[in-house]
C-alpha cells in the first residue's frame, strides 16, 4: 500500500533540476531525493515530490521470542514478546548480522503486508502463550517508522509493551515523537568512536549518544557493543564509552558481544573470548549490569 512518509520536506530550491526534490527528516543523513529516488535505507521514495514509505506493513519476519533474546535483562525477565521486523536499514555496516533482510537489493519480495491492526491481534492472541507485547526487531526499525508508530498507539492501547532493537540513528523530532510509546529500547552503541561509525557504519557517534540520554529518560534501555577484534575491541576505549554510560545511570545494563564473521566481513576472526572477558572487567568497574553474549 502506498502510505506517505512522515519528516521530510519538499526542497525551496526552484531550479529546474530540483523540482520535487524532497528531503528525507527522520534520520542525520537527510537524503535530496528526486523523483523516483529512494533514500540509502532503501525504504523511502520520492513519487512526484512526496516521499512514501515502501516498507509500510511489509513484513518479513514474525516471531515469539523470549524477551531476553532482544537482548533485555532488566525488563520483564522470563516474559516473551511478539518480534516482528521488516526490511531496510540507515546503516551499512560490512559486519551486518542481520544482512539479508537489512541490507536487501529488494526488501519487498521478502516481505508480506500485515497491517498494525493484525499485528495488534496477533500479539494479544499469543498472550495466553506469555507474550507481553510487540519488539520491533531483526532489521533497523527506525526506518519502519511509520508502521511502528501506527502499530506503538495501539499495542499502548490494548495494555501491551512496547520494544525496540535499534542503532538509534534517528533525528530528534522524530524520536521524541515515538517515545512516549515505547516501553524499553536496546540501542546498539557500535563503538565509542566517532571514526568507527563514519567509516564503518556510515553514520556518527554524538547522534546515537543523543537518542542514548533521551530515551533513558522516557522508558528502561538496554546497550549493546559488538566486539570486533582491531576495530573497536581496546580496554581505553570501553572504559570511555562505559564511564560515560554511567554519569547517565550506573544501572544501564550493557551486553558485550562478540563478533563472528559476516556479511562483508569474513576476513576477520571471531573476537577471542578472552577479550570479551577483559572488556567486561573494565566495563564493570562503572556500571553495575555487563553482560557478554555469544561467548
Not at 577484534?229 to 581496546?234: Q, R
Amino acid at each position: 500500500m502506498l502510505h506517505e512518509a512522515d519528516f521530510y520536506e519538499v526542497s525551496l530550491d526552484r531550479c529546474q533540476e530540483c523540482i520535487d526534490t524532497v528531503i528525507c527528516r527522520l534520520c542525520p543523513h537527510a537524503c535530496r531525493l528526486k523523483d523516483g529516488q529512494t533514500g540509502r535505507c532503501g525504504t523511502r521514495t520520492n513519487h512526484d515530490g512526496r516521499l512514501y514509505a515502501d516498507n509500510y506493513a511489509m513484513v518479513s519476519s514474525l516471531a515469539l521470542d523470549p524477551i531476553e533474546k532482544k537482548p533485555l535483562k532488566k525488563f520483564m525477565p522470563g516474559s516473551s514478546i511478539l518480534s516482528v521486523g521488516s526490511y531496510g536499514c540507515n546503516f551499512h555496516c560490512s559486519f551486518c548480522q542481520n544482512h539479508e533482510i537489512a541490507q536487501p537489493a529488494n526488501g519487498h519480495t521478502l516481505c508480506r503486508e500485515i497491517s498494525p491492526d493484525e499485528l495488534v491481534e496477533k500479539a494479544i492472541e499469543l498472550q495466553s502463550r506469555g507474550n507481553i507485547g510487540l519488539a520491533y526487531t531483526y532489521n533497523e526499525p527506525i526506518t519502519w517508522y511509520e508502521t511502528v508508530l501506527d502499530t506503538a498507539a495501539l499495542i499502548r492501547h490494548n495494555g501491551l509493551k512496547n520494544v525496540m532493537v535499534t542503532n538509534g540513528f534517528i533525528c530528534e523530532q522524530p524520536l521524541r515523537k515515538l517515545l512516549p510509546l515505547i516501553d524499553a529500547m536496546n540501542i546498539d552503541l557500535k563503538a565509542f568512536d566517532n571514526d568507527f561509525y563514519y567509516k564503518k557504519a556510515g553514520g556518527n557517534l554524538e547522534t546515537v549518544k543523543n537518542t542514548i540520554k533521551l530515551a533513558s529518560n522516557h522508558c528502561h534501555i538496554e546497550v549493546t557493543t559488538l566486539v570486533i577484534s582491531g576495530l573497536n575491541d581496546s580496554p581505553e576505549q570501553m572504559a570511555q564509552e562505559a564511564a560515560w554510560l554511567a554519569e547517565i545511570s550506573p544501572e544501564i545494563p550493557l551486553h558485550i558481544s562478540r563478533f563472528f564473521p559476516q556479511y562483508k566481513m569474513l576476513d576477520r576472526p571471531k573476537t577471542p573470548a578472552a577479550v570479551i572477558y577483559e572488556l567486561q572487567a573494565v566495563a564493570s568497574k562503572y556500571l553495575r549490569h555487563v553482560y557478554t553474549g555469544n561467548v
